[in-house]
């Protein structure tokens, strides 16, 4: 496998965060406006700790979650990407994407999505690509079945009601 350069789409550049993406990054995730189907965001702490969470996994495996930006401007507008997860003791990779409320609609997520699911299929293409999201987030549903997911599971998701959506559900159990 090699490392996860950044990636660049039609409008997009995916790129590895740096420690100037923490405030953007923490902004982001502890904020309500972008968790509407959670009942709590991350707190501030625990986004940093995510954070760093992150770092470590690029540091582990190469590759990992990503600053989202807008090509033409460099504004940061989500963070996205891939992470390896274990799913009921099967070593998956999570395909996540979170986006500022202004960039919603826009088809930023399915860009994203496309071009990470596109290198994790040429760079690790016997690890499945999963996405797991709250059943009443229709935005993110949209996404994984415009993607060619396909649910395989409906279940809890730390502690909310969630679908499991699976890229090559031939592979599931």
Partial sequence: MRRLRPLHTPRLLL????DDDLPVVVGLQAARETHPHESTPPTPQEARAQFRSWLRHWSDHGFGYVAVEIAATGKVIGVGGLQRADIDGETVLNLYYRFRPDAWGHGYASEMATAMVEWAERELPTTPVVIVTNVSNTAARR???????????????????????????????
Avoid at 144 to 170: H, I
């Fill in 15 to 18: 790129r590895p965060f740096t």
């Fill in 143 to 173: 996404v994984a079945e415009k993607l060619s997911f396909a649910e395989y599971r409906r279940d809890l998701y730390r502690g909310s009601p969630a679908v499991y959506y699976r890229r090559n559900p031939q592979r599931s159990r």
